[in-house]
Nanobody
Framework: QVQLVESGGGLVQAGGSLRLSCAAS????????MAWYRQAPGKQRELAAT???????TYSDSVMGRFIISRDNYRDTVDLRMNSLMPEDTAVYYC???????????WGRGTQVTVSS
């Protein structure tokens, strides 16, 4: 059974940086699109960044220019480098990936990011 596991969350001061990582466990023949979502307290889950298998990226307006998504197709991992963090970036961050051949969608359990002012 494939599982996605996030790591790297924590508490950081405004202006600081964090790097989130997501790794897949279990048998998988690679992923197509991968993404990071986030859900702030009392708000709906929103898309933060996406990356295709060939490395094409998209970002939400709220993180554009501050966050960088990257992936390693051989290791089936996806990272999110977050710079210039603001208190409004406080959220649980979720890894998302679509299996390359079956198109099954997988989610991680999330990692908490808290940005203090």
């Amino acid at each position: 059974q494939v599982q996605l596991v996030e790591s790297g969350g924590g508490l950081v001061q405004a202006g600081g940086s964090l790097r989130l990582s997501c790794a897949a466990s279990g048998a998988i023949n690679g992923f197509g699109p991968m993404a990071w979502y986030r859900q702030a307290p009392g708000k709906q889950r929103e898309l933060a960044a996406t990356i295709t298998r060939d490395g094409t990226t998209t970002y939400s307006d709220s993180v554009m220019g501050r966050f960088i998504i990257s992936r390693d197709n051989y290791r089936d991992t996806v990272d999110l480098r977050m710079n210039s963090l603001m208190p409004e970036d406080t959220a649980v961050y979720y890894c998302n990936a679509v299996a390359r051949w079956s198109q099954q969608v997988y989610w991680g359990r999330g990692t908490q990011v808290t940005v203090s002012s």
